[in-house]
């Protein structure tokens, strides 16, 4: 069965830090552009983040540049999302999502380009 799991999130001030997982289940992580969204309490899903197949392409939007990462642990079959200098407005829940479509710098980050889709997990950035 195929499935993205999320981990790694919980309540975190102002200025800290948290690193997400996405594990994947039934599907080699690396051979898939691998996205990160995120939904905060009565607002539409936005993207945050995709990370390209084995070479790595990376994109991320305006609002996180600087601030957050990504990496890849294949071994682990694993995908992280580093979150440092987190604001309240960094608040929602995280998911991870399999894309097909390209993931660079100057390509936009669409939802409906993502197909298999995680549970989701619980950030929260208190002021």
């Known amino acids: 069965q195929l499935q993205l799991v999320e981990s790694g999130g919980g309540l975190v001030q102002s200025g800290g830090s948290l690193r997400l997982s996405c594990t994947g289940s039934?599907?080699?992580?690396?051979?898939?552009?691998i996205g990160w969204f995120r939904q905060a309490p009565g607002k539409e899903r936005e993207a945050v983040s995709c990370l390209g197949t084995s070479g790595g392409r990376r994109n991320f939007v305006d609002s996180v540049k600087g601030r957050f990462t990504l990496s890849r642990d294949n071994a682990k079959n694993t995908v992280y999302l580093q979150m440092d200098e987190l604001r309240p407005d960094d608040t929602g829940v995280y998911y991870c999502?399999?894309?097909?479509?390209?993931?660079?710098?100057?390509?936009?980050?669409?939802?409906?380009?993502?197909?298999?889709w995680g549970q989701g997990t619980q950030v929260t950035v208190s002021s």
């Open positions: 039934g599907l080699l992580l690396d051979r898939h552009v």
């Open positions: 999502a399999r894309g097909s479509t390209f993931c660079g710098a100057s390509v936009p980050i669409e939802s409906f380009h993502y197909d298999l």
